[in-house]
């Protein structure tokens, strides 16, 4: 920040309080501020802050000027600046929810996150609030747990976000990316996608998800399936053979038969999905020794990677993770099914059943919160 700059701020806050006190000045700035307002539509930065710096010096009481000159500054950066508007128009409106969220957004820009949380959380629970409010509150309390390392509690508000306005880019946007965190890269991928249908304007952000973050991700997708063992020497009509008459074989009750074919069928293809939930069912049907279970959970996590969509797999492989005692395995296999399908509830119900097997008041407190989430999404509307 200049010191040029800094001090416009403070004369647009001095010298335009004295104006507006004195009630100078023949014009009152709405002219200006509907010519800011087109110039920041059409993301002309420089000549948005120009107009809008005089509007509010014409007319420092219009708090819709002094939202949009924070949000001007915001966009270049400039968040000392943003937050001198900010504090203009909370002396005017400090109850204005626009002003709130912005004040709210500043304070997670100057990481004093009990603040941002305090005024987010106060939006998004509000039930007479707008379900959009709402919603772009919840995508900020999202946002500030995050940069606490809090994912859960950050998936939670995105989700919740979402739920309360479908069109919110912003919920999609920072969902994709906590799931790109967490390596869930199908559903990240998936996230992004609905992000850039959702955002109006070619901002750099969408520029960027276009351009470099998806065909980077679906890079990676491939790389990680052309890594897996085997998946080099893929012979998928060798595979698709066995797999037929492992089919023919399960059919006449002829299990041990079936499951030595569906072996074969994924030896020749690894990436075969229905090879590796076949063989998982064989060894289901055929061993229930100690090693035999073993095998029958690892062919269905095997199954749950080669299909992060197929969720009754994933419910399956969840259940016996927590029969066998894999209580952390299943978090995992059911956080995974949740990010494919955010309205199961079956899947809630699972996860918060995994979190309170694993013990501790972290977890207790995670599992609380999804099942609030959980109440949500069973409500009605």
Same mark, same amino acid.
């Given at each position: 920040?200049?010191?040029?700059?800094?001090?416009?701020?403070?004369?647009?806050?001095?010298?335009?309080?004295?104006?507006?006190?004195?009630?100078?000045?023949?014009?009152?700035?709405?002219?200006?501020?509907?010519?800011?307002?087109?110039?920041?539509?059409?993301?002309?930065?420089?000549?948005?802050?120009?107009?809008?710096?005089?509007?509010?010096?014409?007319?420092?009481?219009?708090?819709? !000027?002094?939202?949009?000159?924070?949000?001007?500054?915001?966009?270049?950066?400039?968040?000392?600046?943003?937050?001198?508007?900010?504090?203009?128009?909370?002396?005017?409106?400090?109850?204005?929810?626009?002003?709130?969220?912005?004040?709210?957004?500043? !304070?997670?820009?100057?990481?004093?996150?009990?603040?941002?949380?305090?005024?987010? @959380?106060?939006?998004? @629970?509000?039930?007479?609030?707008?379900?959009?409010?709402?919603?772009?509150? %919840?995508?900020?309390?999202?946002?500030?747990?995050?940069?606490?390392?809090?994912?859960? %509690?950050?998936?939670?508000?995105? %989700?919740?976000?979402?739920?309360?306005?479908?069109?919110?880019?912003?919920?999609?946007?920072?969902?994709?990316?906590?799931?790109?965190?967490?390596?869930?890269?199908?559903?990240?991928?998936?996230?992004?996608?609905?992000?850039?249908?959702?955002?109006?304007?070619?901002?750099?952000?969408?520029?960027?998800?276009?351009?470099?973050?998806?065909?980077?991700?679906?890079?990676?997708?491939?790389?990680?399936?052309?890594?897996?063992?085997?998946?080099?020497?893929?012979?998928?009509?060798?595979? !698709?053979?066995?797999?037929?008459?492992?089919?023919?074989?399960?059919?006449?009750?002829?299990?041990?038969?079936?499951?030595?074919?569906?072996?074969?069928?994924?030896?020749?293809?690894?990436?075969?999905?229905?090879?590796?939930?076949?063989?998982?069912?064989?060894?289901?049907?055929?061993?229930?020794?100690?090693?035999?279970?073993?095998?029958?959970?690892?062919?269905?996590?095997?199954?749950?990677?080669?299909?992060?969509?197929?969720?009754?797999?994933?419910?399956?492989?969840?259940?016996?993770?927590?029969?066998?005692?894999?209580?952390?395995?299943?978090?995992?296999?059911?956080?995974?099914?949740?990010?494919?399908?955010?309205?199961?509830?079956?899947?809630?119900?699972?996860?918060?059943?995994?979190?309170?097997?694993?013990?501790?008041?972290?977890?207790? @407190?995670?599992? !609380?919160?999804?099942?609030?989430?959980?109440?949500?999404?069973?409500?009605?509307?």
């Amino acid at each position: 920040m200049t010191s040029s700059s800094r001090r416009f701020a403070l004369d647009v806050l001095v010298v335009a309080l004295v104006a507006f006190a004195a009630g100078c000045g023949k014009r009152d700035g709405a002219k200006e501020y509907a010519a800011a307002k087109a110039a920041y539509e059409v993301r002309d930065l420089r000549k948005a802050e120009k107009l809008v710096g005089e509007s509010v010096r014409l007319a420092p009481g219009n708090v819709d !000027a002094l939202v949009t000159a924070a949000r001007i500054k915001i966009d270049l950066g400039q968040m000392a600046e943003a937050k001198d508007f900010v504090d203009m128009a909370k002396l005017f409106a400090g109850d204005d929810v626009d002003v709130r969220l912005l004040d709210a957004y500043l !304070a997670y820009y100057q990481q004093e996150y009990p603040r941002a949380l305090e005024v987010f @959380n106060g939006i998004a @629970n509000d039930a007479s609030m707008d379900a959009k409010l709402r919603s772009q509150a %919840l995508s900020g309390v999202g946002v500030v747990e995050m940069s606490r390392n809090e994912t859960d %509690l950050a998936r939670i508000a995105f %989700l919740k976000a979402a739920r309360f306005d479908r069109r919110n880019p912003a919920a999609w946007y920072h969902l994709g990316q906590l799931y790109h965190r967490l390596g869930y890269n199908e559903a990240a991928l998936e996230q992004f996608d609905i992000y850039v249908r959702l955002e109006e304007t070619a901002s750099r952000r969408v520029q960027e998800v276009q351009r470099n973050v998806i065909p980077k991700l679906k890079d990676e997708i491939a790389r990680q399936a052309a890594e897996r063992p085997g998946a080099s020497d893929r012979d998928s009509a060798a595979s !698709a053979k066995a797999l037929a008459e492992a089919e023919t074989a399960w059919n006449k009750g002829q299990y041990k038969t079936a499951k030595s074919k569906y072996l074969a069928a994924f030896s020749s293809d690894p990436l075969s999905f229905p090879a590796a939930i076949g063989v998982a069912k064989a060894f289901e049907k055929t061993d229930a020794t100690a090693e035999g279970q073993k095998k029958t959970f690892e062919y269905y996590k095997t199954a749950c990677m080669l299909r992060p969509g197929a969720i009754s797999t994933f419910l399956k492989t969840g259940e016996l993770a927590m029969k066998l005692g894999h209580y952390a395995t299943a978090v995992e296999i059911y956080s995974r099914a949740l990010a494919a399908d955010p309205s199961n509830f079956m899947v809630v119900d699972g996860l918060i059943r995994a979190l309170r097997k694993t013990g501790g008041t972290a977890k207790a @407190n995670t599992a !609380a919160a999804y099942q609030a989430y959980r109440d949500l999404i069973t409500k009605k509307r």
